[in-house]
């Protein structure tokens, strides 16, 4: 195929799975805010799917980026028509299609007109969010996401439009509602009849979203061009198992994604519980604890014994008799696949990833399990390390005594009060918007304050080993 456009389509590989329908005739009813590796390898997979069943007309995506660092995507995308390639790897072998489903993109910074009236325009149904775990505080900036979605809705109502859903699809807890309350925040005080309009007219449902997509690297498009034949600036590498559970309320229509496979209920409560505590609270857990033992990539961590069971042992022992039945889920045979996920030795996801922004990932992750074992007095002890692991690794320094970089927007306060307590948990665990009420429970500051000082005079592994024992 060459370099990757509209043109390039009409020489396929036999070997990629390319759109099938007019990508010319397709129209956007989806503006997607954030397009990163997840969203093209999720929702964007999933429209595209409808339209290659010819049903998903109407419902193509318009992607917008509103942060300094989107430049790149568009630089990426928009010689490509837009079109990019999504490659699903696991050990039988990688298979490539191309996807179409994202027609336009926008960059905010340098025109927030233009992305204000795509989201104004009456065709725009859904303004789907990929902004991360930071992006919902209050910002007082227009040119904030929320910021955005203030704007247009203002105008929408001033034009007599109906209002758009907006669907969140960060890895959030009650990510809907979430956004609702961003939003209502960044109207406050600013416009009361539009903060009530808002409340009365505008959707916002929870979802739960799932799929391992590592962060592209030169080799991933090195892999593409030699194995596909296709120059792809940006591809998205991921693994086969996707999932989307979604609460069927919306402000204006919806595409008909159960036909491809999306759940829709009317309470997506159980099910992201399940997937936050269970899978998001493991990779945590292996990516800290793994990272301190040097490993690089989180399927060489779970091949580990030790971590496997590790792992294993705190899912079934600490986090699932925690968990509610999940209508229409195995919970033995969904715990049996997450571990399979993990040891997917082709995703090759980095520890790194996995480490990132922990200050917001870690109280939404891990964190709420370990405050509902505390308060039912169940075992907390293989939870207790897992955070013991990240408190290690918030003090910068590797086990091998080499300062390392934290990426986490609250980096400096961190690693201050690991480095001040080193072996004693309370300076972090007094921070109570982090950690909640855990530093006044004395025996898990105890049982924390032990793990750290295990972590910082015998490192990862030996710990580890001395807990399974």
Known sequence: MGKLNLNSLSD?????????????????????????????????VYIDDLLTLGRGDGWG????????????????LVPQDCLYTVVMRDADGDKARVVGSITDYLFGPDNPEAVLEVLVAPE????????????????????????????????????GFSPFTVLSCDNLQSNGDMAQAALLAQVQGDDPDLKSWIKANVAFPNCMVDRITPQTTAADREMVSREFGIEDAWPVVCEPFRQWIIEDKF?????????????????????????????????????????????????????????????????DEEIAPL????????????????????????IKDQVTRICLDGSAKVPKFLLPSLHEAVSQGRPTRLLSLAVAGWMRYLTGVDEKGREFSLNDPRADM????????????RPLLGQTDLFGDLGQSEALVTQVGVFLAQLHANGAVSTLAQTLA
């Open 323 to 346: 968990l509610a039945p999940v209508p229409g889920i195995d919970l033995a045979e969904y715990k049996k696949t997450l571990l399979r996920r993990f040891a997917n030795p082709a």
């Open 251 to 315: 402000s204006s229509g919806r595409p008909p994604l159960e036909m491809v496979g999306v759940q829709f209920t009317s309470d997506v409560h159980p099910y992201e519980l399940m997937k936050l505590r269970l899978l998001n609270a493991s990779h945590s857990a292996m990516g800290y604890l793994g990272f301190l033992a040097g490993f690089e990539y989180i399927h060489e961590v779970i091949a580990d014994p030790l971590f496997f069971e590790f792992i294993r042992r705190l899912i």
């Open 12 to 44: 396929p590989s036999n070997s990629v799975v390319y759109p099938r329908y007019d990508r010319r005739a397709v129209t956007n009813g989806i503006v997607h805010i954030g397009v990163g590796g997840f969203h093209r390898a999720h929702e964007a």
């Open 414 to 425: 961190l690693r201050a009060s690991a480095r001040q307590g080193k072996t004693d948990p």
């Open 124 to 159: 725009t149904r859904i303004v789907s969010l990929t902004i991360t775990e930071g992006g919902y505080g209050f910002d007082s900036s227009p040119q904030s996401a929320f910021g955005y979605l203030a704007e247009a809705l203002s105008r929408r109502r001033k034009r």
């Open 61 to 76: 995506i318009c992607g917008v980026g509103i942060r300094p660092s989107d430049a790149a995507m568009r630089e990426a």
